[in-house]
């Protein structure tokens, strides 16, 4: 599996998203888009009933960034027999088959285009499929028509500033998402991958972006994450504890969330609850090395 091949995930925002006014979604889907597959896959397995070619869909590329391509070809398959009408886990499909037979996998992505050409996130779905089959110039044609039918549509922006990351164009990203925000303000994911770009370079620009998130979505959980890995990160342990606080009451986390909040209680003296949470971790993870050394 080739890093261009991990990096055509991070354009994961295309899923299930509606194109009308930015509904809140799933909370699988709303960690699928921001690339954290752990949390991602708990919560899809739960939402199988209610949309399961999506559900099916989001599990077989999570598999697939995973390198398990057998499992991702079942869980497409099951979406696809789940439910016929999605368009999802058939583009799933034809994006592995598309190697052996790019004629024909071509033909049957050009009529997934076709049939849902007023379905804007279908088609760069599309697009994330060439993608994945190393075909750019088909995909970014893709995307350049879905910009032509919606030039003021964010998601768009945020598309094109994903591609541009896989050519390792921060600037170029950047601008992108920047349009997106200009577009539509209370897009909270623009500013979160905005903030992204510079994480490890500009930590204060990262932190006045997220806390532009929160202000677009309150309720946009996976923020109080990002604010308490920041903060963490620049020894903020106060401020961590109190942005991993907010993120914990969505009870679902992974076992690095349980380490770095129990760290900042930790150094914060907070030993009480620190020790409740290492507790907590071991109990998952028993050989976690910075859970035993605290």
């Not at 541009?164 to 920047?178: F, I, N, R, S």
């Not at 929160?214 to 342990?237: H, Q, V, W």
């Not at 900042?264 to 028993?286: H, R």
Request: glycine share 6%.
């Amino acid at each position: 599996m080739n890093m261009k091949f991990l990096s055509s995930f991070l354009l994961s925002l295309i899923v299930c998203v509606s194109v009308n006014a930015q509904q809140q979604r799933s909370q699988g889907v709303e960690f699928f888009i921001l690339g954290e597959y752990d949390l991602a896959k708990e919560a899809l397995t739960k939402e199988i009933a209610t949309t399961p070619g999506e559900a099916y869909y989001l599990l077989g590329e999570i598999a697939l960034v995973k390198g398990n391509i057998d499992e991702a070809k079942a869980n497409y398959e099951k979406g696809a027999k789940a439910d016929s009408n999605s368009p999802y886990p058939a583009i799933g499909l034809s994006k592995l088959a598309y190697k052996a037979d790019p004629k024909g996998e071509d033909k049957n992505l050009e009529n997934i285009v076709k049939k849902h050409k007023k379905e804007f996130f279908p088609i760069l779905e599309v697009a994330r499929a060439y993608v994945y089959n190393d075909k750019d110039i088909k995909a970014e044609r893709i995307v350049e028509e879905a910009y032509k039918e919606d030039k003021k549509s964010p998601w768009v922006y945020i598309l094109r500033g994903d591609l541009a990351l896989l050519k390792d164009k921060v600037g170029e990203a950047g601008g992108q998402y920047d349009q997106a925000m200009n577009f539509d303000p209370s897009n909270a994911l623009a500013y979160i991958k905005s903030g992204k770009l510079y994480e490890h370079t500009n930590k204060e620009f990262t932190l006045n972006m997220y806390k532009k998130a929160l202000e677009a979505r309150p309720d946009y959980a996976i923020i109080y994450k990002y604010l308490g890995d920041i903060n963490f990160n620049s020894l903020k342990y106060e401020d961590a504890i109190t942005a991993y606080k907010k993120f914990f009451e969505n009870k679902t986390y992974t076992i690095d969330d349980l380490k770095n909040y129990a760290a900042s209680l930790y150094f914060s003296a907070n030993y009480d609850n620190a020790k409740t949470l290492i507790s907590e971790g071991l109990g998952k993870d028993p050989n976690n090395f910075v859970l035993n050394r605290l």
